[in-house]
């Protein structure tokens, strides 16, 4: 088993080591320079007495200390120097002793907080120390709780708001084919229509879940290339183009060429065309919707712009959370928002919202680095 010493013995070890090696310079210094000095500092002390005293003649003998007196000297400085290393000694250790409860009981409180974080339990806050080093540690270990905490949260209301989205399309299919078991409902094309529209609601769902999910945990590989801006808002107008005529909304196409881009192709029109799609069912009928392209300095710009039910301050803040939805009635998953932000910011770039208020419209807003 392999020794590991504890941060008390290490503390008094360091303690100790540096008492010893101030003894053993005092020592060395006692031993070989103070004898000397003394005996040089006497002599002049009573040559000068002599010559005070005396002729000049005598004022130049050398005096010479006895060897009792020298002998009785260094025995009193060894002795004092062994009675201030053995109460430095004691001192060191205690200190030892003192520092190290204070900062163990610090880190067994630390310790004790992570194997409660470890556990799932993210509610207690450490105290922080008064050493600098130690509440530094303290505030992060605070932090990292709090956002454990907030992740747990966050995964839980996932996993409701999952289930909910599950919960109305599952007992839509399954009201329908009991319907069709029982013969309460006909098996004619509406009937098999309907549960198609429901399954592909649930196929989309899936879908978009993955790919979220691949995007936040960053397994999401993007394919840059070169991308002109108006070949995307062609794309997304050409594949849309016939809902917005079907609901009588316009659709008002306003860019030039020449704004390029580096950008997955795939990816970024499917995040403008989630924006659009989702102008388009908060827009009534006999509205519009305005896709704008622009440069404003070394970002390029596509604003969707609709004449639709606006925004409330606090609904900007959340329109971009998974599952949220403006209505209850709308259509879609509630997780469009979100997902072409996530790929406008894998580019480089955000997605921005902007409204006057209820009634008065909203603009969605995609920066992106240019090329």
Do not use: C
């Not at 098999?192 to 979220?212: C, H, I, M, P, Y």
């Not at 404003?296 to 596509?302: N, P």
């Not at 329109?319 to 406008?344: D, K, Q, V, W, Y």
């Amino acid at each position: 088993m392999t020794f590991r010493p504890t941060l008390r013995s290490r503390l008094a070890v360091t303690y100790v080591g540096i008492v010893v090696t101030v003894m053993a310079a005092a020592a060395v210094t006692m031993t070989v320079l103070t004898p000397n000095m003394a005996q040089q500092r006497l002599q002049q002390g009573l040559q000068q007495g002599a010559g005070r005293g005396a002729g000049p003649g005598r004022a130049n003998q050398s005096v010479a200390v006895p060897s009792e007196a020298d002998e009785a000297w260094r025995e009193a400085l060894t002795n004092g120097l062994l009675v201030a290393g053995a109460i430095g000694l004691v001192l060191a250790v205690a200190l030892a002793f003192w520092l190290s409860r204070r900062m163990l009981l610090h880190l067994t409180e630390m310790r004790a907080a992570t194997e409660r974080m470890a556990a799932g339990d993210y509610r207690h806050a450490v105290e922080l120390a008064s050493e600098a080093e130690l509440a530094d540690l303290g505030r992060s270990i605070n932090a990292l709780g709090a956002e454990l905490a907030d992740t747990e949260l966050a995964r839980a209301q996932l996993v409701s708001d999952l289930a909910h989205e599950l919960r109305n399309p599952l007992s839509t299919i399954e009201g329908y084919m009991e319907g069709l078991i029982d013969g309460v409902l006909p098996p004619d094309t509406e009937t098999f229509t309907t549960v198609a529209a429901e399954a592909n609601r649930l196929g989309r769902l899936t879908q978009d879940l993955s790919l979220l999910s691949r995007a936040q945990e960053g397994a999401l590989d993007l394919e840059l290339e070169r991308v002109d801006l108006a070949e995307i808002i062609g794309a997304v107008s050409d594949r849309l183009r016939s809902q917005y005529e079907m609901k009588g909304v316009d659709l008002v196409i306003e860019i030039r060429d020449g704004l390029v881009v580096m950008a997955d192709r795939d990816r970024l029109t499917q995040a403008v065309m989630n924006v659009v799609g989702n102008a388009l069912t908060h827009t009534p009928s006999g509205g519009s919707v305005t896709i704008r392209g622009s440069f404003d300095g070394s970002a390029l710009l596509i604003q969707v712009e609709d004449t639709g039910i606006g925004l409330r301050p606090d609904q900007i803040q959340v329109i971009f959370e998974r599952f949220t939805r403006l209505e209850p009635e709308s259509p879609g998953t509630g997780i469009g928002l979100n997902i072409a932000r996530t790929i406008a910011r894998l580019h480089g770039g955000d997605l921005l919202a902007n409204s006057d208020g209820p009634r008065q419209g909203a603009t969605f807003t995609f920066v992106l680095p240019s090329a």
